[in-house]
């Protein structure tokens, strides 16, 4: 069983910073790519950004310049600096990840459970 668990979410006021992390927890061999999305209330759940386990990243047009994703292979840990935040950056973000499991050998999606992040003054 795999666990991706999000964190610091939290209220901001517009130009402020908030810093996600995501960590993977259970029976891991290794993790693929990794990726952020949202969901705002009345859309579709959109991606944020991602990146490979070499460290490629690609971003959104709409938080590129604002949000840079990390990661850390050893902790199995992500993360999402945001800065500049705007209000139309409210949304519940999501961590997913794509885990390779062994015996038998296979890759599977896996999703938390959300962070809202409210930008608003």
């Known amino acids: 069983q795999v666990q991706l668990v999000e964190s610091g979410g939290g209220l901001v006021q517009p130009g402020g910073s908030l810093r996600l992390s995501c960590a993977a927890s259970g029976s891991i061999f290794s993790i693929n790519a990794m990726r952020w999305y949202r969901q705002a209330p009345g859309k579709e759940r959109e991606l944020v950004a991602s990146?490979?386990?070499?460290?490629?990243?690609n971003y959104a047009d709409s938080v590129k310049g604002r949000f840079t994703i990390s990661r850390d292979n050893a902790k199995k840990a992500m993360y999402l600096q945001m800065n500049s935040l705007k209000p139309e950056d409210t949304a519940v973000y999501y961590c997913n990840a794509d885990i390779t499991h062994l015996y038998p050998t296979r890759v599977r999606s896996y999703w938390g459970q959300g962070t809202q992040v409210t930008v608003s003054s």
């Open positions: 990146i490979t386990t070499s460290g490629v990243t």
